[in-house]
């Protein structure tokens, strides 16, 4: 059985690793408050995440060993190469790129994977269940009842999130977007309001409601962000982070980017004025 398992895809992790260290990015920890350079196989992981344990917190294989985990993996391995063709158009464009449907669909599926899969939502999992009209029985273990909701959770999330507007959100040169264990900051339900997702150092997607029915949402703005907004948006996944520390909801406390400098500016207030 896989110990480490990631609940933040690597292929997602490599996009924000620091320029001259390969598989590396710098890390705030909320833990011991201090940044350091961390192997991204450490970070946004925990072990035996995705494996069911009984009551008496044993381990038990109804579906054979490494199932979800595995099932994850074939996943990462389709979408690395769409993201690396996306990414790469949205390099060659300037204010905007056109999307088919299915591309468009393959982004609000993933975006929905990345929150139902995260260990915020495994900690609130009894609630979680309850929005999806399910009920709750007392002898399920949490990550029983979390491993049985989850495709349930994809699917409501993805349709939920079709009703959104995708725009791309592209950081200005010599700054760049942090991620974190929580790799999707949400508004207030429904999701498709507001969502926001890193995707590399250099680009993040936002799905908003439509302002209008008329709206052709195949067709997708690139907002290039001033530096003010560029810290606005990396501060939603301080406060983020913050939030669900609070409440013991994390299972990691890493805030990640390819920058030290960077990663500075969002933990340490003011200190972006002097970047």
């Not at 991204?40 to 494996?51: A, G, L, N, P, Q």
């Not at 609000?108 to 994977?113: A, P, T, Y």
């Not at 590399?200 to 001033?226: G, M």
Request: include cysteine; proline fraction near 5%; charge should be negative.
């Amino acid at each position: 059985m896989k110990k480490n398992q990631h609940y933040v895809p690597k292929m997602i992790l490599k996009r924000f690793e620091i320029p001259t260290q390969r598989e590396k990015s710098w890390e705030y920890n909320l833990h011991t408050k201090k940044i350091t350079v961390k192997c991204i196989d450490e970070v946004c992981s925990s072990k035996y995440f995705y494996e069911i344990r009984n009551e008496a917190g044993e381990y038990y294989y109804p579906d054979g060993k490494n199932k979800l985990e595995d099932g994850f993996c074939k996943i990462e391995t389709i979408y690395s190469p769409f993201w690396d063709e996306l990414i790469a158009r949205l390099d060659g464009c300037t204010d905007s790129i056109k999307l088919s449907m299915e591309e468009i669909e393959s982004i609000c599926l993933w975006v929905s994977i990345l929150i139902m899969r995260n260990p915020v939502i495994k900690n609130v999992i009894p609630e979680v269940a309850k929005e999806f009209g399910e009920t709750v029985q007392d002898k399920m273990s949490k990550s029983y009842l979390f491993v049985d909701l989850l495709p349930k959770g994809i699917e409501f999330m993805t349709r939920d999130l079709l009703k959104g507007h995708i725009s791309f959100l592209r950081a200005p040169k010599e700054s760049g977007f942090v991620i974190a264990d929580i790799p999707v900051i949400l508004g207030e339900p429904p999701v498709h309001e507001f969502s926001y997702t890193p995707i590399s150092k250099n680009y993040a997607i936002q799905i908003t409601a439509p302002k209008s029915v008329a709206v052709d949402v195949r067709h997708c703005v690139i907002r290039d962000l001033s530096r003010v907004e560029m810290v606005d948006y990396n501060n939603k996944v301080y406060s983020a982070m913050l939030n669900a520390y609070d409440f013991g909801y994390l299972q990691g406390a890493s805030i990640l980017s390819h920058s030290r400098d960077l990663l500075e500016s969002v933990v340490l207030p003011g200190f972006f004025n002097n970047i």
